[in-house]
């Protein structure tokens, strides 16, 4: 088990924010649902930006920061609350410009498309393709990964790449849990095949984005002044504590049944025996981001 042995119980970011100048934070299920924004976790983060700090939103989306940026701006989340964003998107298409002369096959929804915005791809069949992208299901609501085996297994004899665009294996959407590219890539590994995760737990983007960080601040920021904010243990915290880096679990998102919040308020009891069968644990945990 790593980090503490007992995370905090937190009321209010207020209580954790002095001891921090970077705020990597997660979008969905933190920020907003899918469907609607959460104006107290806003509220938190520009409130710790006008105490000086810094918020780099770190999403697993498929898309470039930008889109994110667009989407939150429907969604009525102030420009006030962070300084940068940072996707799996942005990462995704850094793996496609190195490997621009190559022929990519596309899994995935049309609204993820923008991720190839602007880049000279060639797309081909499986049989065509040198390698393959995965944005996530062309429909989350009725396909399970099962639709995609036929697929799998022809990428499989072929031994293609895959990069997953999207690690989160489900998403909250309102009050539904979907499945996301992460469930596609896990699958296509489990057969074998090999597969580059272009978001959180892994590596290179907490790497992308304390340097983005760093650019704003002018200096580098030591990782002890950094937390990471998610509501997700197997990205978020466990990304975050393989970074190095302490995390805040916001325990209103995709773990709200298991936790038991559906049937109501955060049972201090029930919440850490959850996180005593979890193989990571966060530093502290907040039932919703709020100031």
């Known amino acids: ?13 207020q209580s954790l924010a002095d001891r921090y100048d970077l705020i990597l934070c997660d979008v969905w299920g933190v920020l907003h649902n899918g469907v609607k924004a959460y104006e107290a976790a806003s509220d938190a983060l520009t409130r710790f930006r006008q105490k000086g700090g810094r918020v780099v939103l770190v999403s697993n989306a498929p898309r470039p920061g930008a889109s ?3 989407q939150l701006d429907g969604f009525q989340v102030p420009r006030t609350a962070y300084d940068a964003i940072v996707t799996s998107g942005d990462l995704t298409r ?39 992208v995965v944005t996530g299901f062309d429909n989350d609501e009725e396909e399970t ?11 499989r004899r072929r031994d293609l790449l895959m990069v997953c665009a999207n690690p989160d294996l489900v998403v909250e959407r309102g009050h539904m849990i979907l499945p996301c590219a992460g469930t596609i890539a896990l699958a296509y590994e489990e057969m074998g095949g090999k597969v580059f995760y272009a978001g959180k737990p892994h590596g290179p983007v907490y790497d992308r984005a304390l340097a983005v960080a760093a650019d704003l601040s002018g200096h580098a920021i030591p990782k002890e002044k950094v937390l990471a904010v998610g509501d997700a243990i197997r990205t978020d915290i466990a990304g975050a504590v393989g970074f190095g880096i302490d995390a805040l679990m916001i325990a209103r998102g995709i773990h709200t049944e298991e936790l038991g919040l559906h049937r109501g308020a955060l049972v201090s009891g029930h919440v850490q025996d959850w996180l005593s069968r979890q193989p990571v644990r966060p530093k502290a945990l907040m039932d919703v981001l709020s100031w």
């Open 68 to 70: 994110v940026g667009a």
């Open 1 to 13: 088990m790593t980090a503490s042995s007992q995370p905090a119980l937190v009321e209010g970011l």
């Open 145 to 155: 990964v099962e639709d995609y085996r036929p697929q799998l297994e022809a990428m």
């Open 94 to 132: 850094l793996a496609i410009q190195e490997r621009i002369s190559k022929v990519v096959h596309h899994i995935g929804p049309p609204r993820d498309m923008p991720i190839y915005n602007g880049l000279d791809v060639r797309f081909g069949s499986i049989e065509e393709a040198e390698y393959a």
